[in-house]
Nanobody
Framework: QVQLVESGGGMVQPGGSLTLSCTASGYMFRNYRMCWLRQPPRRELEVVSCINSDRTRLMYADSVRGRFTIDRDDVKNFLFLQMNRLTAEDTAVYYC??????RGQGTQVIVSS
């Protein structure tokens, strides 16, 4: 059974940084493209960043490019999202997701002074 568990969220001041982690189990993590999604308050789910299986293709939403970095550890089955220079607009629940759309429970990020 595919299972994804996100962690690392919290409250941070504008300009601060957080690193999100997602641990995956129940499938061959290293074979699949993985993405981070987020859902801001009262808004639709949006794609933040994706990384393909061999880390040669990275995709970032325009709103986070240059501030966020996605990475993966295929030995430990982890997906990461390093988030720098956070703003209030980054406030959201963040999810990691498989190509099939499986998501974890999410981790809340609140950027506020």
């Amino acid at each position: 059974q595919v299972q994804l568990v996100e962690s690392g969220g919290g409250m941070v001041q504008p300009g601060g940084s957080l690193t999100l982690s997602c641990t995956a189990s129940g499938y061959m993590f290293r074979n699949y493209r993985m993405c981070w999604l987020r859902q801001p308050p009262r808004r639709e789910l949006e794609v933040v960043s994706c990384i393909n299986s061999d880390r040669t293709r990275l995709m970032y939403a325009d709103s986070v490019r240059g501030r966020f970095t996605i990475d993966r550890d295929d030995v430990k089955n982890f997906l990461f999202l390093q988030m720098n220079r956070l703003t209030a607009e980054d406030t959201a629940v963040y999810y990691c997701t498989t190509p099939a759309g499986t998501r974890g429970q999410g981790t809340q990020v609140i950027v506020s002074s």
